[in-house]
T-cell receptor, first 108, second 114 residues
């Protein structure tokens, strides 16, 4: 079993939809949780960084961490075609671990 | 502009040849990392360095080598011993020396070995 599981998609939604991206993990020692956005043939860019359980909001993006369920989510409100990318979750305890990424397409 | 640069963007090599991928950062970050990205898999850590003249193996170091002679530079050599070298290689850096810090990535180098 992988330490971090992420549904690879692909996920296709219409413009304006609310998008929910998720990761589950098995290592209860993870304390720092991140979401990266990666456009095709580019390096990942950090979107959200959270510590421990709870919610964090930044514009149209909300990151949610539920440590009791070992589950993290990224919500995108009012999705735009420019949000089309692969979204990677990452988490760390002693080491950083990445999910495989979910490919999202937002159609105009 | 501050950032991480990787060159070249695309690299083609024949099997059996060593190849070196460049990574430079002007963010004054202490720590630097090399990852490999394959379709359907998360980023896998090859090597990391927390200070100059010191580096540690990651999860998949076999067939790779690195050096850290300058704070700004962390080149990766893919040797002929790497069984499946074709992949997208990403360099990253972070502010602190702890591996918990958020990492910033370069644009990547796509290596194809035939």
């Amino acid at each position: 079993q992988k330490e971090v599981e992420q549904d690879p998609g692909p996920l296709s939604v219409p413009e304006g939809a609310i998008v929910s991206l998720n990761c589950t993990y098995s290592n209860s020692a993870f304390q720092y949780f991140m979401w990266y956005r990666q456009y095709s043939r580019k390096g990942p860019e950090l979107l959200m960084y959270t510590y421990s359980s709870g919610n964090k909001e930044d514009g149209r993006f909300t990151a949610q961490v539920d440590k009791s369920s070992k589950y993290i989510s990224l919500f995108i409100r009012d999705s735009q075609p420019s949000d089309s990318a692969t979204y990677l979750c990452a988490m760390s305890a002693n080491d950083m671990r990445f999910g495989a990424g979910t490919r999202l397409t937002v159609k105009p | 502009d501050g950032g991480i640069t990787q060159s070249p963007k695309y690299l083609f090599r024949k099997e059996g040849q060593n190849v070196t991928l460049s990574c430079e950062q002007n963010l004054n970050h202490d720590a630097m990392y090399w990852y490999r990205q394959d379709p359907g898999q998360g980023l896998r850590l090859i090597y990391y360095s927390q200070i100059v003249n010191d580096f540690q193996k990651g999860d998949i170091a076999e067939g790779y080598s690195v050096s850290r002679e300058k704070k700004e530079s962390f080149p990766l050599t893919v040797t002929s011993a790497q069984k499946n070298p074709t992949a997208f290689y990403l360099c990253a850096s972070s502010t602190g020396t702890g591996r918990l810090d958020e990492q910033y990535f370069g644009p990547g180098t796509r290596l194809t070995v035939t």
